[in-house]
């Protein structure tokens, strides 16, 4: 049967500590396992001859979205810092247009005014990572996990897991919206009212950093938890209209110019047909333009048609089918159709799938203990694996293998896996509870 009675786990010792259930066990080895494949891939690349980007994914300049834009906020407060206006002393693309909402603009403007924007943003990624780590660690420790492998296993991870790394490397802001949806992730699960309102107001702010979190805060209507979701549209609308006021020179001229740069940005990357967004970019909307490749269909065609398509399908599948599974399947869900249903969807974006993964992994030691089996719930852990791998394991031009497109189709059977099974113990109780009463097993 799907759904079984599993053994109890053993202890690690006479102290009452156990060990990993198997579930993440797996998890672990094959992380490091695809960590192992990735050097030597790269290794024997680089000894044929490859360019940099088939096999060194770390091959961009470093921090090179963290220093595109020093130049451009020496003109903060002013037009010139969303405009391409004769005041510059040299005009784009040594000032390149600041592309994100004015929320991110402001919270970036934070970094350029250290004297060191890259050691700033450094302490900040040290400092966010040891708490993830530790609270991961405290967590494991909660439930019994021996303080070694409590340890080890989120630090190995934060160092293997190729999105950390190139979020890190590339220091994008991306990393401010993983601590605002991560820690807003932490107080939905906990299931409280007060938990709820938090994450409204967590999930308000990221999605004023890059409008697409604004799609978390409908985990809130399952609830009925109306003030978390008001929380958020507030968050959401009082952030941009701070930000709107504190970039000047005015609010019409902050809106106006952030308008054309946002989406200016976004339209340049959803037209583009490149080595870079086959490689790089997880989108389904890449699997689109491909499908729109292969039949003639202008890519100038596809935008709006997808948007209307994405949205009526999130709608079907929440309304219809997520509506009534657990909290864990919800989260997983909408966070995987947040990272993939953007038409520019880089490999830093993945980092936000930490969150439901670890709910997945608490979830697996809970069933454990509970002695019983979950139906999906290792396959849809192991689907992570070569969703956090890098991209040179995926990266074969030659026979049209790219690692977006892969991603693409891991991240749409993880959604997948999501609408199928339901992610929690009492359920996986009650259906073994039926087989037996029903004589079975």
């Known amino acids: 049967m799907a759904i079984r009675a599993v053994d109890r786990p053993e202890t690690e010792s006479a102290g009452g500590r ?3 259930p198997a579930v993440l066990r ?18 024997v690349e680089y000894r044929a001859g490859y360019t940099s980007l088939n096999y060194n994914p770390l091959g961009d300049p470093l921090f090179g979205d963290l220093m595109e834009y020093p130049g451009t906020y020496q003109w903060l407060h002013t037009a010139a810092f969303f405009f391409n206006v004769t005041a510059r002393p040299v005009p784009y693309p040594l000032y390149s247009p600041v592309a994100y909402p004015p929320f991110a603009a402001m919270v970036m403007a934070g970094l350029y005014s250290a004297a060191s924007p890259v050691l ?28 070694a492998t409590a340890t080890l296993f989120p630090l190995t991870m934060a160092a293997i897991s190729f999105p950390i790394a190139r979020l890190v490397h590339e220091g994008n802001v991306e990393l401010a919206l993983w601590i605002l949806t991560a820690t807003g992730a932490w107080a939905y699960l906990r299931d409280s009212r007060g938990g709820d309102d938090a994450a409204g107001v967590l999930w308000g702010l990221a999605a004023a950093m890059k409008l697409y979190p604004a799609v978390l805060l409908i985990l809130f209507l399952p609830r009925g938890r109306w003030r978390a979701f008001a929380l958020g549209v507030a968050a959401f609308a009082g ?28 339209g340049l990357r959803a037209s583009e047909w490149s080595l870079r967004e086959l490689a790089a970019n997880h989108s389904t909307f890449t699997l689109v333009k491909l499908a729109a490749m292969m039949t003639g269909v202008p890519l100038a065609w596809l935008t709006l048609p997808y948007y209307g398509l994405g949205a009526a399908a999130m709608g079907w599948a929440f309304f219809g089918k997520l509506w009534r599974m657990p909290a864990a399947n919800q989260l997983l869900a909408v966070t995987a159709f947040m990272v993939m249903f953007p038409p520019v969807s880089y490999f830093h974006t993945l980092v936000h799938l930490y969150a439901p993964l670890l709910a997945l992994l608490f979830l697996a030691i809970r069933a454990e203990r509970a002695g019983v089996q979950v139906s999906g719930l290792k396959g849809t852990v192991m689907l992570f694996v070569p969703l956090f791998a890098a991209f040179t394991l995926f990266l074969f031009p030659r026979v049209f293998v790219f690692d977006g497109l892969v991603q693409a189709a891991l991240l749409v059977a993880i959604f997948g896996c999501a609408m199928r099974y339901p992610f929690a113990v009492e359920e996986a109780k009650a259906s073994v509870n039926t087989l037996r009463v029903g004589g079975v097993g």
């Open 239 to 266: 952030a941009t209209v701070l930000a709107l006021w504190w970039l000047g020179p005015t609010m019409g001229v902050a809106w106006r110019g952030s308008l054309q740069n946002v989406f200016g940005y976004q």
């Open 26 to 43: 797996s998890f672990w080895a094959w992380s490091a396992v695809a960590f192992g494949l990735t050097l030597a891939v790269a290794w």
């Open 120 to 147: 700033r943003y450094l302490e900040v990624a040290a400092v966010w990572l040891a708490i993830a780590v530790w609270g991961v660690r405290r967590a494991l420790m909660r439930v019994e996990i021996g303080a």
């Open 18 to 20: 156990v060990r990993l």
